[in-house]
């Protein structure tokens, strides 16, 4: 029982820490499955106020994690700081994303985001303050026929991706959000 225990906290020091990679800032909530498939957890960093007309959030999707279509009435830019995505505007190809790319989605443009089948991705969402607006489901069909992005290189990188993996599988199964609360920040 006793080593049981060990392992567990053992098993959540390592999710931890792994976690500290993958957001800089609080990871947030978990949100809810309404305009999205598959894990994401969200942070809203900075709200828009009388000085300031745009909001910052941070968005750590899961691998496989997407958005359905949408558009912001004025205007989105997206920091990716770590991982690999997609971001597509409508009637245009998918554009894959990584850490260290900057995205900006023009007003009005309807357009989708998220995570590759293969990576989980982060990023810092910079949206001028007018309600998002959702148009239409991102089928998962749409996003199967997405070729999925080449690993950089093999080898190390396809460990830390199966890594990866497992963590984020582990994460969902076991709800971390409510584990959070034995480890305070
Ligand atoms: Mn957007």
Same mark, same amino acid.
């Given at each position: ?28 909530? =978990?949100?809810?499955? &309404? ?9 809203? %960093? ?19 994690? =997407? ?11 997206? %920091? ?13 190809? &998918? ?13 009005? &443009? ?37 070729? &999925? ?15 990866? =993996? ?12 409510? %584990? ?6």
């Amino acid at each position: 029982m006793k080593r049981i225990s060990y392992f567990l906290i053992l098993l959540i020091a390592i999710g931890q820490s792994l976690l500290a990679q993958e957001s800089i800032f609080p990871r947030g909530i =978990k949100a809810p499955n &309404v305009h999205h498939t598959g894990d994401i957890w969200l942070s809203h %960093l900075i709200d828009a106020d009388d000085t300031f007309d745009w909001n910052v959030a941070q968005a750590v999707s899961a691998p496989g994690a =997407k958005l359905d279509w949408h558009l912001h009435p004025k205007g989105q830019q997206l %920091l990716i700081t770590h991982g690999v995505g997609y971001y597509q505007e409508k009637g245009k190809e &998918v554009q894959v994303v990584r850490a260290g790319d900057v995205v900006k989605c023009l007003p009005g &443009v309807e357009h989708w985001h998220g995570a590759a089948p293969n990576s989980p991705v982060t990023y810092l969402a910079i949206s001028g303050n007018a309600p998002t607006q959702w148009t239409e489901k991102l089928t998962d069909e749409a996003y199967n026929a997405i070729p &999925v992005p080449e690993e950089r290189s093999a080898g190390v990188k396809e460990k830390i991706k199966n890594l990866s =993996k497992q963590k984020w599988q582990w994460m969902a199964d076991k709800n971390v959000d409510s %584990l959070a609360v034995l480890f305070p920040r």
